[in-house]
């Protein structure tokens, strides 16, 4: 792990040619975000401000560092997934000095929010004057904290990790308990200067909204997910090609002819529904809207409820952005190695905390990122990525040129919250 000047932290800075010759190559892919750095390369609409990002650590996520740094930003970065962080593309960022990254793949719990932190705080202790997020993770980190940094000070109260119930929400009650009394003042003094966030996907988008609703957004927000040229292509069709990508770098399974039931028939599970027909598997959908699941119909797929498959299905993939989809009793039902993945957000699609608590369980790592785990009766299952977003997890996300549409609406939102004619309110 290098640690030069405590202001990077990547996995290993001599993996930077490599990340720097993909970075070229990707760069040809993404013409989008290289068009924009040309057109607004006199205006520097980013002069003298500090981005700071929470998104896949990618090769693609650098071409969107570099462009960002290209118009002036001061750029600081995490990655919102502890397994999607290409180390490769992180060490080329920290070599260049075009963003100061705090990313590897494999970060634990504690480790990630660690990086978030360091990617939110900029030199002189000040916090960032916009942020691109992808989940919301990188927000939630300053609502929260300013929210319990108040309780601190008017009643020396600290969260609890006890009173929630998701692996990543502990470690951030946990880490909440180190820094708040170390500084009760920091998430306020981070938070003063964002003008705004732009957020890459429905998940986070949907999270905003929440806060929105209980008036409790003090930021800016712009929804990059919902522009045609992101969802309608990333989450389609990136997903359509990395999907399939996931689940073969981690399993190396036949697909035709094998059973696969696709949970959430939306942007996302269109595209891997669409992806495993063309692969000549059989593809059933499970879907709890009318129209989505009608949409399932009329592309041919039989529209099923888990429970009346779960048995015969080789291979199952959530894609809902909802929890609780597959549980451990559709797991202990399946077959014997039937792989099951995970596409969307959050890792509580799949109840991992319940498989996790099994009474006689066992876990077979087969490589990173690929285990299977063992009932006592011994028969196992394939879970891949420990149930976070196979295809960041298991591979390398989406390929460069469906990015480029994403990071294009993402450089464009940047530059209209830091416009100074923008009118946007706040919430
Ligand atoms: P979407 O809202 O378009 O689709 C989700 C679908 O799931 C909806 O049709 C909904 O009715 C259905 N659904 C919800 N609860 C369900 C349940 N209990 N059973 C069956 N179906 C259910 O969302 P989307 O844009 O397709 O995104 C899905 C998830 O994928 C989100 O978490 C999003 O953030 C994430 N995402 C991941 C990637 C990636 O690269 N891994 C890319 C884009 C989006
Ligand atoms: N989301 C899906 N694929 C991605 C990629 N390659 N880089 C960043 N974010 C992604």
């Known amino acids: 792990m290098e640690d030069l000047n405590n202001d990077f932290k990547v996995k290993d800075i001599s993996l930077h040619e490599w990340g720097r010759k993909e970075i070229e190559l990707a760069e040809v892919e993404m013409p989008g975000c290289m068009a924009t750095r040309e057109k607004y390369k006199e ?24 462009s960002l740094n290209s118009l002036g930003a001061e750029v600081r970065w995490c990655s919102c997934n502890i397994y999607s962080t290409q180390d490769q593309a992180a060490a080329a960022i920290a070599k260049a000095d075009t963003g100061k990254v705090f ?8 480790e990630y929010w660690w990086c978030t932190l360091k990617a939110l705080t900029f030199p002189d202790g000040s916090g960032p004057d916009s942020i691109v997020d992808d989940g919301g993770d990188m927000t939630i980190m300053l609502i929260e904290g300013m929210k319990w940094e108040k309780k601190y000070k008017e009643k020396q109260e600290l969260p609890d990790p006890e009173s929630v119930t998701g692996d990543d929400e502990k470690a951030l009650y946990q880490f909440y308990r180190e820094v708040i009394p170390q500084d009760p003042e920091r998430f306020h003094r981070l938070s003063k200067n964002v003008k705004g966030i732009s957020e890459e996907t429905t998940t986070g988008v949907h999270r905003l909204y929440q806060l929105s609703k209980k008036k409790l957004l003090p930021f800016v927000a712009i929804n990059v997910n919902d522009s045609v040229t992101k969802s309608k292509f990333d989450n389609l069709y990136g997903c359509r090609q990395s999907v399939i990508d996931g689940v073969i770098r981690a399993t190396d399974v036949m697909l035709a002819g094998k059973k696969v039931l696709v949970c959430g028939y ?20 499970a879907e709890v809207d009318p129209i989505c699941a009608l949409q399932a119909c009329m592309e041919g797929f039989q529209v099923k409820r888990i429970e009346t498959v779960v048995q015969d299905i080789d291979i199952f993939i959530t894609a809902t952005g909802n929890k609780g989809i597959i549980s451990v009793a559709h797991m202990e039902k399946m077959k014997n190695n039937a792989i099951v993945g995970n596409i969307g957000h959050f890792d509580n699609e799949l109840d991992m905390a319940g498989l996790k608590a099994y009474p006689g369980i066992k876990r077979i790592e087969i490589k990173p990122q690929t285990d299977r785990w063992v009932f006592p009766d011994g028969h196992g299952i394939i879970i891949l990525a420990d149930g976070r977003l196979l295809n960041l997890g298991c591979s390398t996300g989406h390929p460069s040129f469906v990015m480029s549409n994403s990071f294009t609406n993402q450089i464009l939102a940047q ?5 100074p004619n923008s009118t946007y309110q706040n919430g």
């Open 266 to 285: 939306g942007d996302v599970g269109k595209g891997c529904a669409q992806a495993f027909k063309d692969n000549h598997a059989v593809v059933y959908v």
């Open 43 to 66: 205006q520097q609409p980013f002069a003298g401000k500090k981005i700071s990002g929470s998104l896949h650590m990618t090769i693609q996520t650098a071409v969107l560092i570099e």
């Open 415 to 419: 530059i209209s919250i830091h416009d």
């Open 103 to 110: 990313a590897w793949k494999g970060l634990t719990l504690n």
